[in-house]
């Protein structure tokens, strides 16, 4: 698929050229850089470092059936098999959201709308409690307002 900047973390550090993460570990607005904490800790969505085009890329190709097959997809959509189900501005969408320390990723598409959403992030959030959380799904819920 061409995907050239996307790879899973390995026992070294993040790689050279990756944008710094940072963390507010005490909801006190002091960010914590964080990007030489080993990535290899956190399994599947949180071990994937990748770039938006590639993300694109691939789940562009995920959802036209160019992956898998249709049945495969329509069980994927309704098993929660990797992809998840949300509603923006009362629209469906499907995707999946990833976070680390230090980093954020949001990945939807809206069929609907047609509509393909990237939204990667440097902030990390420790756990979906966390207090930075209200405010990345207020970003990606106008991004995606502005997109549409």
Wanted: net charge negative; hydrophobic share 40%.
């Amino acid at each position: 698929m061409g995907l050239s900047h996307t790879s899973t973390s390995s026992m070294e550090a993040y790689p050279s050229g990756l944008v710094r993460g940072y963390v507010d570990f005490y909801g006190n607005d002091q960010m914590r850089d964080v990007n030489e904490w080993d990535a290899h800790r956190f399994d599947a969505e949180g071990n994937i470092i990748s770039t938006a085009n590639d993300l694109f890329t691939f789940f562009q190709a995920l959802m036209s059936g160019k992956l898998v097959s249709a049945d495969l997809l329509e069980t994927m959509k309704h098993q929660r098999l990797g992809l998840l189900q949300e509603t923006f501005e009362l629209e469906n969408a499907l995707g999946h959201d990833g976070i680390a320390i230090g980093y954020s990723a949001e990945m939807w598409y809206l069929p609907r709308s047609e509509l393909t959403v990237i939204l990667l992030s440097n902030q990390g959030r420790l756990v979906n409690e966390n207090w930075s959380v209200l405010k990345y799904e207020n970003l990606l819920r106008r991004v995606i307002e502005i997109a549409r």
